[in-house]
């Protein structure tokens, strides 16, 4: 079963939500706050970051440098430039250290995947309903998971909107 064999590393989703859990528009961010990505990349630099191909293809450079990418694409003929490609869910198990740090960084799919056997969630959570929203996050339930820590409400200076970091671990 998947979770049995991957639940032995540790694996964060990290995300930024909307009011309803939206994550993404027509296969984009629904917004980019500067100082969101700069933790984004803080927090993953040096570790290994697990994504879809759809996500892949959203990133307007390819590979995330000073990280180690793997993309889960059912295509068999897909490549991606720096990255480690698999096609299943299960052969991350082969392909990372039991002590290795995993961040799964989207989309939507890949998130539900993963969701059930992630230890944590660095979410920054977008105070406004975007309309256009076609994806969403799984809901956080109070029932598996705890509040670790939480910074905000912040606003970005480019455009206006009000977020927050809520960091969260399965209890």
């Not at 700069?38 to 000073?66: D, S, W, Y």
């Not at 991606?80 to 052969?91: Q, W």
Request: glycine share 6%; net charge neutral; proline share 6%.
């Amino acid at each position: 079963m998947l979770e049995n064999r991957l639940r032995r590393m540790e694996i964060s989703l990290i995300v930024a939500t909307d009011e309803n859990n939206g994550i993404g528009i027509n296969g984009d961010q629904p917004a980019f706050i500067s100082a969101d990505l700069k933790r984004f990349k803080a927090i993953t630099t040096g570790n290994t970051i697990v994504m879809g191909r759809k996500t892949f293809e959203a990133l307007p450079k390819g590979a995330l440098p000073n990280r180690r990418n793997i993309v889960i694409s059912r295509r068999p003929d897909f490549s991606a430039p720096e990255c480690e490609v698999i096609s299943n869910p299960e052969d991350l198990k082969e392909k990372v250290r039991p002590d290795e740090k995993v961040f799964v960084i989207g989309g939507g799919e890949i998130y539900r995947i993963f969701f059930p056997l992630s230890d944590k969630i660095i979410l920054t959570h977008i105070h406004h309903r975007f309309d256009e929203i076609d994806t969403w996050f799984p809901e956080i339930s109070s029932e598996k998971w705890a509040v670790d820590s939480k910074e905000g409400p912040f606003e970005d200076p480019k455009n206006g909107l009000h977020y927050s970091y809520i960091n969260y671990r399965r209890k």
